[in-house]
């Protein structure tokens, strides 16, 4: 356990559907972030919040909209998502004074 | 720019044998270095990190990484391995004088499979 926390852990969703994903942090780190790992790819930064402010969108497509509405959970909003955005969604969290980030387990994302 | 190398994309050795897993960088200014280990259906675990200080950094689960100055390389090594220790190994960096400053890059992973 790592103190950070994903839900739900898999999902299987249409392109026209709306789903949300969520992260729940119990470390008190300022800093989280959403990853994207993909099969045979390195993992992708999306997007960073530092103190609930968004400080890094990495030219992520806009059917990706992040949320973070307080420090201790961050969203992940899908919608109208492409057959090639499967993969998996990991949060990470980081404290400033430490600069080591922790992961959640992952949410297996499938778009058919 | 920051960025990350991890030459093998698979790592084969026997349990009980020594491993090592490759891992070389570019950066501007310093590195922080770090090891991070996935298990299937799992997310990444912090194994290590090279802040400052001595070279020889030991982590967790017997292993240890070296940071090689001259040679960019931050080699992640254990004595001896074990079946237990088969998963998907990834490298990253941080550039200590980059003012984007959370952002880690990391390589595309190597998986270890070790071997009865």
């Known amino acids: 356990e790592t103190g950070v926390t994903q839900t739900p852990r898999h999902l299987v969703m249409g392109m026209t559907n709306k789903k949300s994903l969520k992260c729940e942090q119990h470390l008190g780190h300022n800093a989280m972030y959403w990853y994207k790992q993909s099969a045979k790819k390195p993992l992708e930064l999306m997007f960073v919040?530092?103190?609930?402010?968004?400080?890094e969108n990495n030219s992520v497509p806009s059917r990706f909209s992040p949320e973070c509405p307080n420090s201790s959970h961050l969203f992940l909003h899908l919608h109208t998502l492409q057959p090639e955005d499967s993969a998996l969604y990991l949060c990470?969290?980081?404290?400033?004074?430490?600069?080591?980030?922790?992961f959640g387990p992952g949410t297996r994302l499938t778009v058919l | 720019a920051q960025s990350v190398a991890q030459p093998e994309d698979q790592v084969n050795v026997a349990e009980g044998n020594p491993l090592t897993v490759k891992c070389t960088y570019s950066v501007s200014g310093n590195p922080y270095l770090f090891w991070y280990v996935q298990y299937p259906n799992r997310g990444l675990q912090f194994l290590l990190k090279?802040?400052?200080?001595?070279?020889l950094v030991k982590g967790s689960y017997g292993f240890e990484a070296e940071f090689n100055k001259s040679q960019t390389s931050f080699h992640l090594k254990k004595p001896s391995a074990l079946v237990s220790d088969s998963a998907l190994y990834f490298c990253a960096v941080r550039d200590m004088n980059n003012n984007a400053g959370n952002m880690l890059t990391f390589g595309g992973g190597t998986r270890l499979m070790v071997k009865p």
């Open positions: 090279y802040i400052t200080g001595d070279n």
């Open positions: 990470a969290t980081k404290n400033s004074d430490t600069d080591t980030q922790y």
């Open positions: 919040y530092n103190f609930k402010e968004q400080t």
